[in-house]
């Protein structure tokens, strides 16, 4: 009776979180969503005032920043998700790597085994000693799953660990930062979704912008997408405008420009390369996709990008379920896709990378199980992401904030 409550509780959750969701990014409409609209907008009146107040104190060093005495390079975004962000840091960490460099990435973790307050408080009133950083990749292999690690440090430490790079999970990352200089001795730190992590001082801010949904409804959190106002693309060294399919939209530059004149402005597209099975061998090219009937699902922030990716591979939608981004899948949920995947006759199911860190070990349909392999490619006049890493890392760099 208990678990039939919490799973009862669990799904009502999950309806709310989703219909806020829905709201936030202009999916419902009626009654209802305009009125929880009207509320959330007023919240994010006064999260915008602490954001601001925030960055004017370190901006006029009231708060200290903490150099690390390495290059830190920031890769972060404006808005929470949706930006293709974790394929950029891949791709960086692999060409930084190939050019000789000793790199370590630094991530909070989302839904890790994580340092909490509660543990923090409890430490300090009992001057108990600080753990050390959770080493998700000590650069050789990968030392921890994605229930502790993060789904995307687990996916970087999976794709990385042969190249050497260490992957560092803590909350308090100008601590794992330390750490990972003193353990690892690491020359460049890759500071994964930190733009707004003030407390470590990076050379560069490389900020992610979405082509197809730059800044959501120009609101902040939570009536919008946005962490910090538009006008803080002033902090940005580098813009890469992401899923791109050529050159920026005009406006969009015009609106970049107006607030930060000087940054590059880098176009790149996130190209879907093949399927690879999930926990087996297999490899297919993304052709094998054309004419098949498809059940897909995912839990990212933007869902449509990757449908779309689906269909433009000629692949027919049977059935579709989305979740929440970054959703921690159950018995439950893996049942309900094999039953609509069932039910539709599909040939295959299909997901994202991301979701595949996450899926439990004993989901087996009796049909292939696939992901999409994203790669980032860097759009322009015969330029190329190593090159635009070799501006980014090893050329002259202006101030930050």
């Known amino acids: 009776m208990a678990a039939k409550h919490r799973g009862f509780f669990s799904s009502l959750g999950e309806a709310i979180a989703g219909f806020a969701v829905g709201v936030v990014y202009g999916r419902r409409k009626g009654f209802g969503a305009w009125l929880l609209g009207g509320f959330l907008r007023v919240l994010s009146w006064f999260f915008e005032l602490l954001v601001r107040l925030r960055l004017w104190l370190y901006r006029h060093r009231l708060f ?33 790597a190939s050019r000789g460099r000793k790199v370590a990435i630094l991530s909070r973790g989302y839904k890790g085994a994580s340092d909490s307050w509660a543990k923090r408080f409890w430490r300090w009133l009992t001057q108990g000693s600080r753990p050390d950083p959770l080493v998700v990749s000590d650069g050789r292999s990968v030392l921890v799953g994605p229930d502790e690690a993060g789904d995307e440090p687990y996916m970087l430490a999976r794709n990385l660990a042969a190249l050497g790079v260490v992957i560092v999970v803590d909350r308090d990352r100008v601590e794992g930062g330390r750490f990972a200089l003193r353990r690892f001795g690491v020359d460049t ?14 050379q560069i801010n490389l900020v992610l912008v979405d082509s197809h949904d730059p800044f959501g409804n120009g609101c902040l959190l939570p009536r919008g997408i946005l962490r910090e106002p ?44 093949e399927l690879i099975e999930v926990d087996g061998p297999g490899r ?111 050329g002259s760099t202006g101030p930050l904030r």
């Not at 005495?69 to 974790?86: D, M, P, Q, R």
């Not at 199911?349 to 595949?356: G, L, M, S, Y």
């Open 64 to 96: 200290r920043d903490t150099p690390l005495g390495c290059k830190v390079v920031v890769v972060g975004n404006l808005t929470v998700g949706g930006t293709g962000k974790t394929p950029v840091v891949l791709k960086m960490a692999q060409v930084l």
């Open 189 to 202: 730190i890759l500071l994964d979704d930190g733009l707004q992590y003030l407390p470590l001082r990076g």
């Open 230 to 273: 538009v006008a803080n693309l002033s902090r940005a060294s580098y813009v890469f405008v992401t899923k791109s399919s050529g050159a920026p939209d005009p406006a969009l530059v015009a609106l970049i420009r107006r607030h930060n004149p000087t940054a590059e402005i880098i176009p790149c597209a996130h190209r879907a390369r």
């Open 284 to 394: 297919l090219p993304l052709e094998s996709l054309r004419g098949k009937r498809v059940a897909a699902f995912s839990g990212i922030a933007t869902p449509e990008r990757f449908e779309e990716t689906l269909a433009a591979e000629g692949a027919v939608l049977v059935a579709n379920r989305r979740f929440l981004d970054h959703h921690a899948f159950n018995d439950e949920d893996l049942d309900e896709v094999l039953e609509q995947a069932l039910r539709a006759q599909a040939e295959m199911i299909v997901t994202t990378e991301k979701d595949a860190v996450r899926l439990l070990a004993r989901f087996r349909p009796p049909m292939p199980l696939y992901y999409v392999r994203l790669e980032v490619e860097v759009l322009g006049e015969g330029d190329g992401f190593n090159a635009a890493v070799e501006r980014i890392c090893f």
